[in-house]
């Protein structure tokens, strides 16, 4: 009876750990027969098949939709002096570029290339929000992997060419300065973007009126830069626009 009166105490007392025991030896159990009767295969088995999957979904590129072979013949003859070469640096340039100020904080970088009051207000509205977070982002050692043009839409006095990027980079995100989300194998991400080209044959950015002008090779007077006259309305010299300066990146979006 002395011995009851002792143990059963004991035995009381340890009630919630043996509960415990059997609770997590019945999850092992189920676990167990539904990986086995549904994939055929055991825990471990699985875990190593969900690691597998995570690792070739950080090393795997992106697919994108590529359409240059259609669209880079109507582009060179719409717009020769730009062309798709000029077209695809100044896409590239331009998101490269966004995750730079993103990263620093700053648009000043987008200011230096041919960039839409629209998107650099894209991007401080970004850095405003993570700000009002205190959080931060960092985009290091960006790796591209394909680009194209999925899409090409030209009217009478604008046109619109999209691009999309199948590429990597290593993400890190901070909060007040502590990191708090990197995915494996050292932050790489897989990713996909669209960027957008527009062009505006009258080149009038309504925000601050700005009208892009170029001077005339022969006697120096102002030209309008987007005019569809290719002769100085001063001297009648004939003069090359320069399109790269007409051409503006509108907008960038992470698409997968």
Known sequence: MEIFTIIFP???SLMPVIMIVIVVLTVISKTKKITNDYLGMTPGQTMDLISKGIR???T???AITELS??????IQRDFPEMGYGGMEALARNALIASFNAIEKKSTEGLLEISCSPALVNKVTNIINDLGSKGEEEKYDNVKIHRCGICSYLKKQDEAIVAFEYSLQYEYKRFKLGKLVSSPDHNGLVQAAYRVTLTYNQKIHEQTNNMVYTSNC???GAPVDA???DRECPYCGSGFTVINDRVWQVSDFNLIK
Do not use: D, H, L, Q
């Open 217 to 219: 090779p022969n006697c």
């Open 60 to 62: 795997t590129p992106k």
């Open 10 to 12: 004991i035995i009381f």
């Open 69 to 74: 072979a259609v669209y880079t013949p109507k």
């Open 226 to 228: 987007g005019s569809k």
């Open 56 to 58: 070739e979904e950080v």
